[in-house]
Nanobody
């Protein structure tokens, strides 16, 4: 079992930045691909981006490409989501997830473990 804890959510004005962290204490996060998803009120959870455990390559949804960056610090067993140029439509609960494989990383079913989520509110 991998327990994931997200931190860093909050409220920011449009155009601002936030950095979310996803920690897996006591686990080697480098053994997993790390993904970020978000869910806005009344909407389904959607893919934001992911970092592959093997190559370290990152992939993003078109809606965040060029604004969001995923990185990892293996020494700290932590994956980050740097969010810049935030827009009101980025408002959502953000979830991190971990996958033992590198398959289907753009889909919810590709991940075995999930954090509890952290709220991001972007005001106009």
């Amino acid at each position: 079992q991998v327990q994931l804890t997200e931190t860093g959510g909050g409220q920011v004005q449009a155009g601002g930045s936030l950095r979310l962290s996803c920690a897996a204490p006591g686990r080697t996060f480098s053994s997993y691909s790390g993904g970020w998803f978000r869910q806005a009120p009344g909407k389904e959870r959607e893919f934001v981006g992911t970092i592959s455990r093997l190559s370290g390559n990152t992939y993003y949804a078109d809606s965040v490409k060029g604004r969001f960056t995923i990185s990892r610090d293996n020494a700290k067993n932590t994956v980050y989501l740097q969010m810049n140029s935030l827009k009101p439509e980025d408002t959502a609960v953000y979830y991190c997830a971990a996958a033992a494989s590198t398959q289907a990383l753009g889909l919810l079913r590709g991940y075995e473990y999930w954090g509890q989520g952290t709220q991001v509110i972007v005001s106009s």
